[in-house]
C-alpha cells in the first residue's frame, strides 16, 4: 500500500499506519495475530458504540484475508496527551469523560452483524474471567520475583483469597464494559470524546470502566481529582446503592491492578516490550490506596507483606 506512514502502537500484536491521499486521511490497522478479536470484534463493537451515538472508529473497508481493516482516522489528540501537556481544568475534561462513560453504560444493544454478515454476541465478564486475569500477577510477576521455594505457597494463598474477592462482588453483570477505557484510549475529536481500543469490551460490572479511568496506572492523578471524578459520577446516577458500588469499585481497582503487573511483566519477558516496567511501581501506589481502605483486603494485605516486603505499606 501507497502512502502509508507507520504511528505509535500499543501492547497489543496489531500495527498502525496512517494512509494520506490527498485531503482523505485514515487508519490502517494490521493484525496477523488474535485477528478475530483485533480485526472482526473490533469493528462489531465499534458498530454498536456508533448505533449508540458514541464517537468510534468507522470501517472504510476491510480486507480479513490480508489482515488489514481500514478505518477513519481520529487524529493525535489523545486526552492523555492533552491532559499531558496542558496545565488547564483536568476535571473538566474528566467530566466530559463521564459523560461519555454513562452514555456507554446505557447500551442495550449486545449483538449485531459483523463484516462477515454474522452474528457477534458480546460476551459476559464472568468472575471466572476476572480471576484468571487477576491470576496473570503469579504467572509472570511472582514467578518472576518469588524463589521457589516461598512461591508455591505463595500462589495456593494468592488464588483462593482473589476467588473470594471475585465472588465478593456485589453488582450484576449487565453493563457494557469496555475494560480499558482510561485517557491513551480517549481522543478528543473536535470537542467530542472519541472510544478507540474497543476489542475487548465485555458485558460486566458497571464499577469497571470508572476504576479503568480513575486508578490508571498510565496517568497519574492526585487522590483529590479521584475523589471529585468518583463523586461526579455517582451524582449522574439515578437508583444507586453507593455501598455496594463502593465495594465493587475498590475490589475491581486490585484486581485489574494486579492483572496489569503480571501483563506488564509478560510483555517485558514474552515480548521484549521492556518499556512497560516502569508503570509497576505506579500499580503498587494504586494498589496501596485501594488496598488499605477496605477490611476485605486483611488477608491479602497479609498476605503481600509476607511474601513481598516493602510493597504494600
Not at 41 to 53: F, M
Not at 100 to 114: C, E
Not at 298 to 305: P, Q, W
Request: net charge positive; aromatic share 12%.
Amino acid at each position: 500500500m501507497k502512502n502509508l506512514k507507520k504511528i505509535k502502537g500499543d501492547a497489543s500484536f496489531r500495527k498502525f499506519f496512517r494512509k494520506k491521499n490527498k485531503n482523505l486521511s485514515s487508519i490502517i490497522v494490521i493484525s496477523k495475530k488474535e485477528k478475530f478479536k483485533n480485526l472482526l470484534i473490533y469493528d462489531a463493537i465499534n458498530k454498536i458504540l456508533s448505533k449508540n451515538k458514541i464517537l468510534a472508529p468507522k470501517l472504510y473497508q476491510e480486507n480479513y484475508s490480508k489482515n488489514y481493516l481500514e478505518i477513519q482516522d481520529f487524529g493525535d489528540d489523545t486526552i492523555f496527551k492533552i491532559l499531558s501537556k496542558r496545565k488547564n481544568n483536568k476535571f473538566y475534561y474528566f467530566k466530559k469523560i463521564i459523560n461519555t462513560l454513562i452514555q456507554m453504560q446505557n447500551i442495550k444493544d449486545k449483538k449485531i452483524k459483523n463484516f462477515k454478515n454474522k452474528n457477534f454476541k458480546i460476551p459476559i465478564y464472568k468472575k471466572e474471567i476476572l480471576t484468571k486475569e487477576a491470576n496473570l500477577f503469579c504467572d509472570w510477576y511472582v514467578k518472576k520475583n518469588l524463589l521457589k521455594i516461598k512461591r508455591n505457597l505463595f500462589i495456593k494463598k494468592f488464588k483462593k483469597i482473589i476467588k473470594r474477592l471475585a465472588f465478593s462482588l456485589k453488582q450484576k453483570n449487565n453493563i457494557f464494559v469496555h475494560r480499558d477505557f482510561h485517557v491513551s484510549n480517549l481522543m478528543l475529536v473536535k470537542n467530542q470524546i472519541g472510544v478507540i481500543d474497543s476489542q475487548d469490551a465485555l458485558i460486566g460490572n458497571r464499577a469497571y470502566d470508572l476504576v479503568s479511568l480513575i486508578d490508571d496506572v498510565r496517568f497519574e492523578t492526585s487522590k483529590k481529582l479521584k475523589n471529585k471524578i468518583y463523586k461526579f459520577y455517582i451524582k449522574k446516577q439515578k437508583k444507586f446503592e453507593n455501598y455496594k458500588f463502593k465495594n465493587d469499585f475498590e475490589i475491581l481497582s486490585v484486581l485489574r491492578n494486579l492483572k496489569i503487573i503480571g501483563i506488564f511483566t509478560r510483555l517485558a519477558i514474552r515480548d521484549g516490550k521492556k518499556r512497560y516496567l516502569k508503570l509497576i511501581p505506579r500499580a503498587w501506589t494504586l494498589i496501596n490506596i485501594r488496598i488499605n481502605e477496605n477490611k476485605i483486603f486483611a488477608d491479602l494485605r497479609e498476605l503481600f507483606n509476607q511474601g513481598l516486603k516493602g510493597k504494600i505499606k
